[in-house]
């Protein structure tokens, strides 16, 4: 089983950057495929980024590519999104989840464990 807690969200003016962090307990980190997603109230949880078991392979949501970065450090058990030109429409929490299947997936389904979430603002 895997624990996932995010951090690094808050409050940024458009145009501005945050990094997230999500840190996993458990040794078998580098075992999973971890993903992105966001959700705002009364709308359906989005796909944001998926990054491989080692990090070689990434996936972006057409609405974040070229202004987030997902990454990962599997000797600190923790995966990343870096978000830069953030937008307004950016505003939403952030969670992180594990997939410990092989293949690529958007589908929320798919990933087992799931973080609490942090809440990402973005004003206008």
């Known amino acids: 089983q895997v624990q996932l807690v995010e951090s690094g969200g808050g409050l940024v003016q458009a145009g501005g950057s945050l990094r997230l962090s999500c840190a996993a307990s458990?040794?078998?980190?580098?075992?999973?495929?971890m993903g992105w997603f966001r959700q705002d109230p009364g709308k359906e949880r989005e796909f944001v980024a998926r990054?491989?078991?080692?990090?070689?392979?990434?996936y972006y949501a057409d609405s974040v590519r070229g202004r987030f970065a997902i990454s990962r450090d599997n000797a600190k058990n923790t995966v990343y999104l870096q978000m830069n030109s953030l937008k307004p429409e950016d505003t939403a929490v952030y969670s992180c989840?594990?997939?410990?299947?092989?293949?690529?997936?958007?589908?929320?389904?798919?990933?087992?464990?799931w973080g609490q979430g942090t809440q990402v603002t973005v004003s206008s």
């Open positions: 990054i491989s078991r080692d990090g070689s392979i990434l």
């Open positions: 458990g040794r078998t980190f580098s075992t999973y495929a």
């Open positions: 989840a594990a997939d410990p299947r092989v293949g690529y997936s958007s589908q929320a389904a798919r990933y087992d464990y």
